[in-house]
């Protein structure tokens, strides 16, 4: 049950011991094969919190929580409801203890965050607030933006060339299938980098916070898979011209159609490439294929 009392306490109920000594008494060492890196630094975790707004209302869902550092600043933050959603089952008991001093607060489900609809769990306004495990976020957000209106934001620390990714602009290297979908459907908010230095052990790259915000409507209209299926094509030889690369999208078209009428259809010059389009252009070529011819 999701506490509703204005004055519900927001700090535990017992002292939590420091996140090395919970780290230390239950053996844990973070696993490369998840992704794992544990973030020790309160004043990260406070601010990467307070990215997530006002947490009071709703739920807030936190994917692999590790040890808990986040997990306990998103309650210590007013967090009313948090979910999180971890994998690795040497964390669970961590978890539960973090549950047992903020009662009625934190729900813990076992499960890999990539099979369950994430976009249903708790009550709205539902909000995801995580650092996320590197090997599986591009995966993880691809899935949740097909979902995006059931959330309020998502604030998510990435390897920074991910987040540069999503920020990108037109006729830039960075510039592709991420940041195609991510605009369409969000603004992108990069807040803030984190260095390797803060994590145990430390990673290789730069990590960033970046939060992503739903727009009110899609900056032009389209379908999810058909414009999966057109940025696929053409970023896949992204130096070649619109209409080499996107030969791929052949299932997709009549067979009296060629990739030069496509781009017609769409009144974009079959001799561009791919990073010269914005987003509108994108989605007036996915709306020019035939959804009917799918492989």
Same mark, same amino acid.
């Given at each position: 049950?999701?506490p509703?009392?204005?004055?519900?306490?927001e700090?535990?109920?017992?002292?939590?011991?420091?996140?090395?000594? @919970?780290?230390? &008494?239950?053996?844990l060492?973070?696993?490369?094969? !998840?992704?794992? =890196?544990?973030?020790?630094? $309160?004043? +990260?975790?406070?601010?990467?919190?307070?990215?997530g707004?006002?947490?009071?209302?709703g739920?807030?869902?936190?994917?692999?929580?590790?040890?808990?550092?986040l997990?306990?600043?998103l309650?210590?933050?007013?967090?009313?409801h948090?979910?999180?959603?971890?994998?690795?089952?040497?964390?669970?008991?961590v978890q539960?203890?973090?549950?047992?001093?903020y009662p009625?607060?934190?729900?813990?489900?076992?499960?890999?965050?990539l099979?369950?609809?994430?976009? @249903?769990?708790g &009550?709205?306004?539902?909000r995801?607030?995580?650092? !996320?495990?590197? =090997?599986?976020a591009?995966? $993880?957000i +691809?899935e949740?933006?097909?979902?995006?209106?059931?959330?309020?934001?998502?604030?998510?620390?990435?390897?920074k060339?991910?987040?540069n990714?999503?920020?990108?602009r037109?006729?830039?290297s960075?510039?592709?299938?991420?940041?195609?979908?991510?605009?369409?459907?969000?603004?992108?908010?990069?807040l803030?980098?984190?260095?390797?230095r803060?994590?145990?052990?430390?990673?290789?790259?730069?990590s960033?916070?970046?939060?992503?915000?739903?727009?009110?409507?899609?900056?032009?209209?389209?379908?999810?898979?058909?414009?999966?299926?057109v940025t696929?094509?053409?970023?896949n030889q992204?130096?070649?011209m619109?209409?080499?690369?996107?030969?791929?999208l052949a299932?997709?078209?009549?067979?009296?159609?060629?990739?030069?009428?496509?781009?017609?259809a769409?009144?974009?010059v079959p001799?561009?490439?791919?990073?010269e389009l914005?987003?509108?252009?994108?989605?007036?070529?996915a709306?020019?294929?035939?959804?009917?011819?799918?492989?």
């Amino acid at each position: 049950m999701t506490p509703s009392h204005p004055d519900f306490p927001e700090h535990p109920l017992f002292p939590l011991p420091p996140l090395r000594e @919970t780290i230390a &008494a239950h053996g844990l060492m973070a696993r490369k094969s !998840l992704g794992q =890196n544990f973030l020790f630094d $309160l004043n +990260l975790t406070g601010r990467i919190a307070r990215s997530g707004g006002t947490l009071a209302a709703g739920t807030t869902i936190e994917i692999g929580p590790g040890p808990g550092g986040l997990t306990r600043a998103l309650l210590d933050n007013g967090a009313r409801h948090v979910i999180t959603i971890e994998r690795d089952p040497r964390m669970l008991p961590v978890q539960h203890e973090i549950a047992s001093a903020y009662p009625e607060r934190l729900e813990v489900i076992q499960a890999d965050a990539l099979a369950i609809p994430v976009h @249903t769990l708790g &009550a709205s306004p539902r909000r995801i607030v995580a650092n !996320l495990p590197y =090997n599986v976020a591009t995966p $993880l957000i +691809l899935e949740w933006l097909k979902h995006i209106q059931a959330f309020e934001c998502l604030v998510v620390m990435l390897q920074k060339e991910v987040v540069n990714r999503l920020a990108a602009r037109p006729r830039t290297s960075d510039y592709g299938r991420l940041t195609i979908i991510t605009q369409w459907l969000c603004t992108v908010e990069p807040l803030f980098d984190v260095n390797p230095r803060a994590f145990i052990p430390p990673p290789k790259v730069t990590s960033t916070v970046v939060r992503l915000v739903p727009r009110p409507a899609p900056l032009a209209p389209c379908r999810f898979d058909m414009l999966e299926a057109v940025t696929a094509a053409a970023f896949n030889q992204r130096r070649k011209m619109l209409r080499s690369s996107l030969k791929g999208l052949a299932s997709y078209m009549p067979s009296s159609m060629t990739t030069e009428d496509l781009c017609a259809a769409a009144n974009i010059v079959p001799t561009a490439r791919a990073e010269e389009l914005d987003i509108p252009q994108f989605c007036a070529l996915a709306n020019s294929l035939n959804p009917s011819h799918t492989p």
